[in-house]
């Protein structure tokens, strides 16, 4: 699945991530895991990465979560 988004006037092309990508994000820290998940999704370069503002991360950041089903429960066990 994909999907478009445009922050700040830029357009960016979401894919949807790969089980085995995001379980992998376990093994590195935190700020290597978001870095990850941003670059893998978007297609951005390390570069396009360092110079992405918070405000615009964090939107693309949502964006990320919403087409990957991630939620703030996202790592909790599913329960009946």
């Known amino acids: ?3 478009e988004i445009v922050v700040n006037g830029k357009t960016y092309n979401l894919k949807e991530l790969k089980y085995k990508d995001v ?3 376990g ?3 935190q ?3 978001a870095k990850k998940l941003l670059i893998l ?3 951005v370069t390390e570069e396009e990465y360092n110079d992405l503002s918070m405000r ?3 939107e693309i950041q949502k964006a990320i ?3 990957n089903g991630f939620g703030e ?3 909790k066990p599913l329960t009946k």
Do not use: R, V
């Open 73 to 75: 429960d996202f790592q």
């Open 65 to 67: 979560n919403e087409l």
């Open 56 to 58: 615009d991360g964090i």
């Open 23 to 25: 379980a992998a994000l």
């Open 41 to 43: 999704s978007t297609g």
């Open 1 to 3: 699945m994909e999907k």
């Open 31 to 33: 700020e290597e895991s």
């Open 27 to 29: 093994q590195i820290n």
